[in-house]
């Protein structure tokens, strides 16, 4: 016999094997799930989940996919949260010194609490990319949170009422759009293809012989 | 450590570790075509005929798809004998998107730029899909020393000689372009101080043009798409599921049956074009595969379009990714991208020996491992099954410590999870069911043969063929997604929409009783079923319910 554990979703008890995640344990228990269950590999944040082992003081956050289930869980999931997410066009703004204040300004409020960081299932410093944020250093925000999945339980501790996941998506645009260093090659590239460089060498290939192309392909040179 | 891995892996490691050092830059032997279509033909689940089916009715009537597609195909309607009023519209657009992933969002951003209105329907959140999972990148000849014509000829290859010509003439010429969009929108691609693109080798690709956002290559497009879809405004209907097409008198697609995922309630959507961007089949578990795949991975589009009429193409092949996780179970079938071996890291059998060259095209690499683990006895024993080593050390070997920390920081997250440190331990993994191939058939302005019905992303077939090679279906999405969202808008500014019918599912249905097909189960599937073993709810699922 397997060995079993007693967790409590929502409060309720049921009996799973140790050896499932929460949200395989779940499954077993008999939930078919509609919300809170999205990419099952830890990318989308759908998951998000808050328990708490009977007996202890400390709250835990964690993705269901990701961790496994223990004896006396209490869990909570967390499958949608009311973020505040503000409408701007990218082509509009620029990444100036002042375009957070105009957007999330309750990020100069965070009182340094660190209850976000204690939160993020990524292990990323929350905390300290706000702080990136609040000095528009939006280069090293980007860096600092890429790993986010936007599972907002950051947000759900946050004091401040910052949801950090559209602070750092925001950053993150700026960088890409406008910070990181422009890619010429890809400009030349699409200029050629608009100049119609491609146009005669691809038909003439796609126009060959199926043995030739055959043939093409298996001596073709590869890259080292 | 040793908690977690077995005393038969840890020796086996121990035979890895020794000769670790003198597989360090030896270029392996790649197989020649013979020897590729030999393993193919043995050990490739596309060839095993037990695993498929030949179709009764609908437009492919007596071609092969995978067992449990043809049990959907040839499903029972969720709206037969249920009265719908199509009277009573609760949505009227100009375009209909049906599915949030990458070719959902890029076909709604497109269509918004053409001044269409424009309506995302999802059943679960938008970004919740097969795009926010890829991790390895997305293909573009945008290097000197490459070119669109060497990128076709790569992908035709690796598609056996499939590819529909004229959608991969597309899918290479607008490359380029789609990787400057995605730029100019905000993503992040890794790249050199210079601004040049930081790009590896994927399998099959003889120039290095995998462009990749660390290995959140998918997730990082996927989001910013999803940023932008919000910020224009464009709707979102989500948690709401489509369950059939509708047709107008003509015979045009009109709109669509809408459910309410938690509530049911149904509602019509009317719409002067459809865009189908369903994504993958992952969650059907072909076979018997663990998958890579997003939970809502279930070929809903292929039923819906089929059931209207649309015909299928290349349904019968399957992409299952050589490397998924094999070990521990919490993570089974989940994706190891394909990176890993772009940046160095070699297949290992049990014996610490490089049985292949780790970048053949995806095919050939997972037939080879079935057959190492099947045929020569040469897997590492796990509880769940044979497995193969993945030699992850070797990147730090190779490239300097801290590389994997910087290039796979979400793979390393992940093993770390469950106590294994991919950067000094090597990984198992096993072939997992991971894309498929083939779809709807649509032409190079991504329309089906029905009117007014066009299909983006992992559910239209043909551009690769028999086989995609990695970091063309992100390519594939971006692509694909932004043209049929373009000309979707376009036509819909000339459509004249007739009386609106669902006779083509009474049809259906009437078809298949008259062929005797009894359907086995309700489709579109919507969500897979799972229970983990638990006895007490052996009976709760008749169909399709996969044991992992």
Redesign the interface.
Known sequence: MEDMVKIYIAGKMYEV?A???IM??M????Y????G????????G?CATIYRIKGETELKFCLAC???VQENMYIASLPFFPGQ?K????EAIKPTETIMMELYPEIYSCIGCNACTKACP??LNVMQYIAYAQRAEYEKC?EAS??C??CNMCASRCPAQITHSMVS?LA??????YI???????????QE?INGE?NQ??ET??NKP?EE??E???H????? | MANVLTQEMLDSIKKVEASRASRIGVELRRMSAEEKQKVLSDFHPDYKSEGFSVLTVGPNKGEKVPCELADLLQGKSRILGVDIDLDNIAYDVDVLIIGGGGAGASAAIESDNNGAKTMIVTKLRIGDANTMMAEGGIQAADKPNDSPVTHYLDALGGGHYYNKPELLKRLVMEAPEAIQWLNNLGVMFDKEEDGTMYTTHGGGTSRKRMHACADYSGAEIMRVLRDEVINRGIPVVDFTSVIELVLDEDGQCAGAVLQNMETGEQMIARAKTVIIATGGAGRLHYQGFPTSNHYGATADGLVLGYRAGAKLLYADTIQYHPTGVAYPAQMLGALVTEKVRSMGAQLINVDGEAFMNPLETRDVTAASIIRECKQNGKGVPTPLGAAIWLDTPMIEMIHGAGTIEKKLPGMLRMYEKFGIDMRTTPILIYPTLHYQNGGLDVTDESVTNIPNLYVAGEAAGGVHGRNRLMGNSLLDVIVFGRNAGKYASAHSKGVKLGKLTLSHVDKFAKEMADAGVEPKVESPLLLPSYTHGNPKLADKYTWGHTEL
């Open positions: 094997p050896s499932l995640t395989n344990a499954e077993y228990a008999g078919q799930h509609k919300r269950c999205g990419c099952r590999a830890g990318f989308c759908a990701q961790t496994k997410k409408g701007y066009e990218i990524q292990g980007a890429f790993d999945i936007a998506l993150r645009r700026l960088n890409g759009k990181q260093p422009h890619s010429d090659h890809v400009d030349n590239r699409v293809i491609y060498l691809i290939l796609a199926l192309i055959k093409l392909y298996n073709r040179d590869i890259e080292k």
